[in-house]
């Protein structure tokens, strides 16, 4: 355990005051090119700058870095700019600026590489159950389809369809249908700072175990337990995959992950205990 004793605390130590004042200027400018329909060349913001999946052909390689400063609404960039100020002053303060920011930021592209492997993993399933729906599409397997890759099921063309099984509009249309919903997936993009910040949490814990923090502001929960039940419960929910999360859950993960792998490099290769 690392024991935290400054000469000089600061409340908003560099690197997280600039950190928070790109973030929340990146916001503004993502509602004003919304509000007024602002586009580049056709491409809105989110097209330029969120990150896509590799194999959608909105994919830049910048992406990985520029979504970490892009988030959905007020909510979203609060509670990540809260947690970034909570935990990034006190690590910034212990580490100094340049080692914090190299931290941050490979915290926030590990985060993003796991949440890439496994959009791979579970597009490829996909693909490949799209592939062998084509070899017999029928309405049994259709809906079996569907029900397996959580899908909402349009039951009106369900029973027209289940009136001439061999129609050949049903099954274009149902072709159709699953091959859009393949591209909708892949162009999906993926906006937040929070891999990174979670990569802040894990420190946190790791480094200040016993450090108690206060759920509502009120229940006192030790920082290790509080990272622990944090990490089981997004496993879980990623693992659970219920219709209409739209939580990158494993990029949580991947940011906790990096973060200890960074501490455990770090460790082994300094005697000076982090500083």
């Not at 791979?120 to 049994?140: G, I, V």
Request: hydrophobic share 50%; net charge neutral; glycine share 6%.
């Amino acid at each position: 355990m690392t024991e935290f004793r400054p000469s000089r605390f600061q409340q908003l130590p560099s690197i997280v005051k600039n950190l928070i004042i790109i973030n929340v200027l990146v916001f503004l400018i993502a509602q004003l090119f919304e509000s007024r329909g602002l586009s580049v060349n056709g491409a809105s913001f989110d097209d330029l700058f969120a990150l896509h999946y590799w194999q959608s052909s909105k994919f830049r390689w910048w992406q990985l870095f520029t979504h970490l400063f892009m988030h959905a609404n007020i909510t979203h960039i609060f509670f990540n700019m809260f947690a970034l100020w909570m935990f990034g002053r006190i690590l910034e303060n212990l580490w100094g600026p340049k080692r914090f920011l190299i931290f941050y930021i490979v915290c926030g592209l590990g985060a993003a590489f796991c949440h890439l492997g496994v959009l791979t993993f579970e597009f490829t399933n996909y693909h490949s159950a799209f592939m062998t729906y084509q070899q017999n599409p029928n309405p049994t397997n259709f809906l079996y389809f569907l029900r397996h890759h959580g899908l909402g099921v349009d039951q009106q063309f369900m029973d027209y369809w289940g009136t001439d099984p061999q129609s050949p509009n049903a099954i274009q249309e149902s072709i159709r249908f699953l091959h859009a919903h393949y591209t909708d997936m892949i162009d999906e993009p993926t906006i937040g700072a929070s891999g990174a910040v979670f990569g802040l949490l894990f420190a946190f814990g790791y480094l200040f175990p016993n450090t108690l923090l206060y759920l509502y502001f009120a229940i006192p929960v030790k920082a290790k337990w509080f990272v622990t039940g944090y990490a089981l419960l997004e496993l879980f929910s990623g693992i659970r995959d219920s219709a209409g999360d739209n939580i990158a859950h494993f990029a949580h993960l991947g940011g906790m992950l990096f973060a200890f792998i960074m501490l455990r490099f770090w460790k082994d290769n300094s005697r000076n205990n982090f500083y």
